[in-house]
C-alpha cells in the first residue's frame, strides 16, 4: 500500500517582493460547488507548495489531483518547521489555482521538526523562536484573507528557560497560560496588523483529552481566534501509538461544534474535519474517516494532503477478508469510476480517486439527514479521565451528543469521570435529579467524587478492589435474573472495579457473577423526583468489546429508554441519529452482522433510504409486555443486516 511520511519539512528564506501579476493567469467564472452538503479542500505543505511553483509541475499534479476528484479550495502552506516559501512562489501559485476556480487559503505549521519521530514545537520562551513563528505568521497574512495552523501550535519544550518561566506552576497551567499570551501576541496580533481582514482558524488535532498538558486550551484560546477545525484522522485503531477508536471521527466533530458553535463570537464556528491516508491497512478505513466526520455535519473536509492526492502511483485495496461483500466501499465500481489519462505509463486510481468516490458516495446521502442527536455527555475543559471512554461507548451503538458546558435540564444526562474537574458537579446532579431528570455516572466519576458530596446523593464506593466477571445477569426489582451471555460464545473474564451498595437503598438491575458472589454493574437510585444510575466500566474500556452483547443491550435499555432508535448489535457497530427521524448504522466489523433495531412508537414503520425498501416489522413478544408493566415506553423491533465496514441510512415513517 502506498505510504505518505509526514513529516516536518526542510528550511529556506522569506523574500519581500510579491510576484508580478502576469505569473496569475486570467480569471475565470467561478464553478459550481463540487459537492451539495459540504465543501471539500486539500491541504499543500509546503515543500509541495515550493515545487507547485514551476509551471510545468503545477499543471501535471493539478491534472492528475482533478481528474480524481473535485475539490473547491487548498490550503497553501507558506511554513513549517523553518522552511519558508517566498512571495514570489506563493503568489504564482495562488494564482494559477484561483484561475482554476479554486479557492485559495494560507496554511501555517508553527513547528521546529522534531527527533526520532516525536513532534518538536517551539520554545516560546527562546527569543529566536517567538520570532520565527510571528515571522511565519506575517508572511501567511500578507497573502491569504484566511490562514488556518496546523495541529503543531502546542508546547513540549521543558528548556532551562522553560524551566525557570513556569516556577511553581504546573507544567499544564504554565503551557496554558503561555500559550493563550503566544496566540494574542505572536499569531493573532500580528496577522491582523499586517492584514486587518485576515481570519486566522486554529486547527485542533485528535487528542484532546490531554490538551491541557501541552497548553492547547479548548475554553479560551478557541474564542480568540476567528474559528476553529478539527483533526478527524482516528486511522487504524490497532497499529497506531494513540489507538483511537473509529467513533472519534464523528464524536470529536460533535464535541468541537458544542466548543465553538457557527455564529459563536462572530465566526464560523468549527470550520471543518480534517483526515489523512496514514497508517491505513485497507482501504475501507480511510473512507470511514472521511464519512464519519461528514455524517457528523462538518461543512469542510480537508485532506491532508496535496501529495498522495496526485501523485503517479496507484493506491491497493490492502488487507480485505470481505472484498467478496457487496460493501459500502466499492473497490471495483471505484477502479472503474476512473478516468485514464490517455497517456502511455497511467497508473490507475491513486488516493485521489479513492478520496473523490468516498466522497461522492457520501453526499449522496447526507441529504436525507437532519441535526446529529445523542445522549448528551459532559466533558469540561481541561479535564481527563476514562480517556476516550466516550468513543468506546459510541463503538458498541451508544449515540453521543458531547459537550463542554453541563446538560442542565437534560432528560438524560451521561457524566463519565471527567466531570469531576467541574467543582459544582454534585450541586448540578442534585439539579437534574430534583428537576425528575436521570442522570447516568460512571464508577470513575463515582470513585472521583468520594469524600466530596456524592454521598448525599447516594451511598454507593469503591472499595479499590478488583474482580473478573464473565456471568452476567439482569433483574429490575427483586427475583430471578435471566443470563445476558451468548450461548454460542464463551465471555472472556473482564476485570471491573467493585462498588459496595445497601441493599434495596440502590438496585443492582444488572450484575455480573464470579464464584457465587454477585457484582453490581449498573445501579439504580432514585432521589427527588429523578433517578441515577451509576455505570460499573470496565478496568481496560477495550473490554466494552468483551462484554456478552446482551449487557450492552440491557444498558441501552435504561440509558435510551426514550430515545427514537436504539441498536442491539455487537461490538464496534455504531449509530448516528438526527432530528429528523433519520439515522445511519455502520459497521466496523470484517463480517456480516445482523442487528436488531427499536424505534420509539407503536406501529411506526422504517424505510431504508440505502436501498428505498421498507423493513418489516418483528412481531411483538412477552417482554414488550413486560417493560410496558414498569412504564416503558412501547417500542417496534425491526431486524437488518450490515455488510463488513458499512453503512446503510434509515428513516422512521409514521
Known sequence: ????????????????????????????????????????????????????????VFDAQFERASRQLRFDKVYLEVYRSSNFATDEQIERVKGWFEARGVQVAGGITLATGGEGGQFGTFDYENPAHRAECEKAVRLAAKHFDEVILDDFFFYTSKSPADIAAKGDRSWSQYRLETMRAVSQDLVLGPAKAVNPKVRVII?????????????????????????IYTGTETRDPVITDQLLQQYESYS??????????????GGPGNGGGWVDTFSTLYIDRYAEQLWDTLLAKAPEIT??????????????????????????????????????????????????????????????????LGKPIGIAAYKPYQSSGE?????????????????????????????????????KIVEEIKGN?????????????????????????????????????HDFLNGYGAGNGESLNDPKRETPPVLFPELAFYTNDSWGIIRGVANAKGFPILLMNRYGGGVLYVITMPENPGDLYNLPQGVTTEIKRYLQRDFPVRLDAPDRVSLFAYDN????????????????????????????????????????????DAWRRQGVPVRTEFAARVAPHSYAVYRIEK
Not at 206 to 224: A, I, P, V
Open 387 to 423: 480517556d476516550f471512554l466516550h468513543n468506546y461507548l459510541g463503538n458498541v451503538g451508544i449515540p453521543i451528543e458531547l459537550s463542554p458546558n453541563f446538560p442542565k435540564g437534560a432528560d438524560v444526562a451521561l457524566l463519565t469521570q471527567a466531570a469531576a474537574k467541574d467543582p
Open 203 to 227: 486547527k485542533y488535532p485528535n487528542w484532546y483529552e490531554h490538551f491541557q498538558g501541552t497548553g492547547y486550551d479548548l475554553e479560551k484560546q478557541s474564542q480568540m481566534f476567528d474559528g
Open 303 to 368: 485532506l491532508f494532503n496535496w501529495r498522495p492526492m496526485n501523485e503517479p502511483k496507484a493506491v491497493e485495496p490492502g488487507a480485505r477478508p470481505w472484498s467478496d461483500k457487496a460493501t459500502s466501499f466499492d473497490w471495483k465500481a471505484m477502479v472503474a469510476s476512473y478516468k485514464p489519462s490517455g497517456r502511455a505509463g497511467d497508473p490507475g486510481p491513486g488516493w485521489g480517486r479513492a478520496a473523490g468516490w468516498s466522497l461522492e458516495k457520501i453526499d449522496k446521502d447526507l441529504g436525507w
Open 581 to 624: 427521524g433519520t439515522f445511519v448504522v455502520q459497521s466496523f466489523r470484517d463480517d456480516d452482522t445482523d442487528v436488531n433495531l427499536s424505534l420509539l412508537g407503536a406501529g411506526v414503520k422504517l424505510r431504508n433510504l440505502s436501498t428505498g425498501q421498507v423493513v418489516e416489522a418483528r412481531p411483538a413478544d412477552g417482554k414488550a
Open 433 to 469: 435529579l430534583l428537576a425528575g431528570k436521570t442522570v447516568f455516572i460512571t464508577s470513575g466519576l463515582l470513585s472521583a467524587l468520594q469524600g466530596k458530596g456524592i454521598e448525599d446523593i447516594l451511598e454507593v464506593r469503591d472499595t479499590g478492589r478488583k474482580v473478573a466477571l
Open 1 to 56: 500500500m502506498i505510504r505518505v511520511t509526514r513529516s516536518l519539512l526542510g528550511a529556506a528564506a522569506l523574500c519581500a517582493l510579491l510576484a508580478p501579476a502576469a505569473w496569475a493567469a486570467p480569471a475565470r467564472p467561478q464553478p459550481a460547488a463540487a459537492y451539495k452538503n459540504f465543501r471539500a479542500a486539500i491541504y499543500i505543505a509546503v515543500n509541495d507548495a515550493k515545487a507547485l511553483s514551476d509551471k510545468a
Open 252 to 265: 470529536i466533530i460533535r464535541y468541537y461544534d458544542n466548543i465553538r458553535p457557527v455564529g459563536s463570537n
